[in-house]
């Protein structure tokens, strides 16, 4: 007798852990981890900014991926408070109320972390991912193949270096995303080694000193008037690129980014318009009030790196525009180098590249 209850306690020790570790793992790690990893896809296509933008100063550390969580993350959140059901349900072994109290709490915490993903000011999905076109995207003016730095860290660029005429004159359109009823203001950060020009009638921006809004490109300025300038002389080039029978223009230059006397002074004009049912806007990336001291800007380059807000409407289409007019450039004389850029550097040429580091809705 007392051998048999004995046997019938250690069958019953052995029955009950494996109950309470089959209840306990009824439900699947995989299903959180599916869950919190459906929360945060939107990120994928802005990863590659976290690395780009930490380093920045001036608030590139609030990289696309790094900055404030994407809300489809807080799904981690809510992952986790329905992991903690499991816990709950190891009670059945005990309790058959226990464990519908247990189940539910898992399941209101799974809902938790569903409904963050969809909230993103009333939208499903993020603000930042309407500007991912812009996100690594850089406008690129390389040096004919042949021509080889002179690695001199002490000059302000290499002049010159030839262009080939499909990279000398470009347009680029990229069509931005979003709902076209929200107008989204786009943080980027706009960095790399070019050529500055000259821009009159419009606004600057007074931290960056470079982004021009609005206004025209111009060979005139306070410094030198060039008023008595007819094509082909000084700084107005023989050849503007709208008349050039060498390096044909392959686009006419819209109203918005045209001299008003057609003149050119062979520097890189760097520019681009956001149209939308709203009207079209023009933004210059390379300001400068540089002089050489007789008619036009400098022969240098710069590295530039700064950061500004764009307003762009949704599904706005964005026109970018390299326009020069002589055919070579200023370039980096093979030292010239700016972090945390997707561009191969030292670049052999000018280039500008964008990092998308926050998008908002504006309305």
């Not at 247990?102 to 993020?126: I, V």
Request: proline share 6%.
């Amino acid at each position: 007798m007392l051998h048999q209850a004995l046997t019938g306690f250690r069958a019953l020790a052995l029955v009950l852990p494996a109950a309470a570790l089959a209840t306990s793992s009824c439900t699947p790690s995989s299903d959180i981890g599916d869950t919190g990893v459906a929360g945060t896809t939107t990120s994928s296509a802005g990863a590659p900014s976290a690395g780009r933008g930490g380093v920045a100063s001036d608030g590139g550390g609030e990289s696309l991926a790094g900055g404030a969580p994407l809300a489809g993350s807080a799904t981690t959140a809510g992952a986790e408070a329905g992991g903690a059901s499991a816990g709950g349900s190891a009670s059945t072994a005990s309790s058959g109320s226990g464990s519908g109290s247990g189940g539910s709490g898992g399941s209101g915490g799974s809902q938790a972390g569903t409904s963050s993903a969809s909230g993103a000011g009333g939208m499903a999905e993020d603000p930042r991912a309407a500007a991912r076109v812009l996100d690594g995207f850089a406008l690129l003016k390389p040096c004919v193949s042949s021509f080889t730095p002179s690695g001199n860290a002490n000059n302000a660029g290499d002049c010159c270096c030839e262009e080939l005429a499909q990279n000398e004159n470009q347009h680029i359109t990229k069509q931005f995303g979003g709902d076209a009823q929200h107008t989204y203001q786009v943080k980027v950060r706009i960095a790399g080694v070019a050529e500055r020009y000259w821009y009159a009638d419009g606004q600057l921006d007074t931290t960056s000193k470079l982004f021009y809004t609005g206004g025209l490109p111009t060979i005139h300025s306070d410094k030198a008037p060039n008023s008595n300038l007819t094509p082909g002389q000084g700084a107005c080039k023989i050849h503007p690129p709208e008349t050039d029978g060498q390096f044909e223009l392959p686009f006419a230059v819209p109203d918005e980014i045209r001299p008003k006397d057609g003149c050119y002074n062979g520097f890189n004009i760097f520019a681009m318009t956001v149209s939308s049912a709203q009207g079209k806007q023009s933004y210059y990336l390379n300001y400068t009030t540089d002089f050489d001291g007789s008619d036009r800007q400098p022969h240098s380059v710069y590295k530039n790196d700064y950061t500004v807000t764009i307003p762009i409407p949704g599904q706005a289409q964005l026109d970018f525009y390299t326009i020069d007019g002589d055919h070579h450039q200023v370039t980096n004389n093979g030292t010239m180098t700016v972090p945390n850029l997707k561009t191969p550097q030292p670049y052999n040429g000018n280039f500008l590249e964008f990092t998308v580091l926050d998008v908002t809705l504006a309305n």
